[in-house]
């Protein structure tokens, strides 16, 4: 939910019989800083971020479960590269290395699209 200013008032405004052609306006009504909706207080940032640091610590502690579960010593070859280490290490690197080409590849799409969209607005 964004942040609106507060709402007008449903009173109509009226005019005064000692200046007929004067509107009067009701006075603002107090605003608590954050709008609230029918249904509670609504979507918040401190709300976002909290349920953003629920879902990371739960993924910590998976992380850490599988961690402690793979500790066997794997043998690891790569482009020449041969060498021993921790199952669970060796997996995570590669995860990471794929993720990061992701990234990479979806950062390359998103800054030809912007381009693509400038050139256009230009025509």
Same mark, same amino acid.
């Given at each position: ?39 509670? =207080?609504?979507? +918040?940032? !401190?709300?976002?971020?909290? @349920?953003? #640091? ?5 993924? /910590?502690? $998976? ?28 997996? =995570?690197?590669? +995860?990471? !290395?794929?993720?990061?080409? @992701?990234? #990479? ?5 998103? /800054?030809? $699209? ?10």
């Amino acid at each position: 939910m964004t942040d609106a200013g507060p709402t007008p008032s449903a009173q109509p405004t009226s005019t005064t019989p000692e200046s007929p052609s004067a509107p009067v306006t009701p006075a603002p009504q107090p605003s608590s800083g954050t709008p609230a909706s029918n249904s509670g =207080l609504g979507h +918040t940032r !401190t709300s976002g971020i909290w @349920a953003a #640091v629920v879902v990371l610590v739960i993924l /910590l502690v $998976l992380l850490a479960i599988f961690v402690l579960q793979n500790v066997q010593e794997v043998e690891v070859s790569y482009l020449g590269w041969e060498g021993t280490a921790p199952l669970a290490a060796a997996l =995570l690197i590669a +995860t990471a !290395t794929g993720a990061l080409i @992701a990234v #990479v590849a979806g950062t390359l799409r998103i /800054l030809q $699209l912007r381009r693509r969209v400038r050139r256009a607005q230009k025509r």
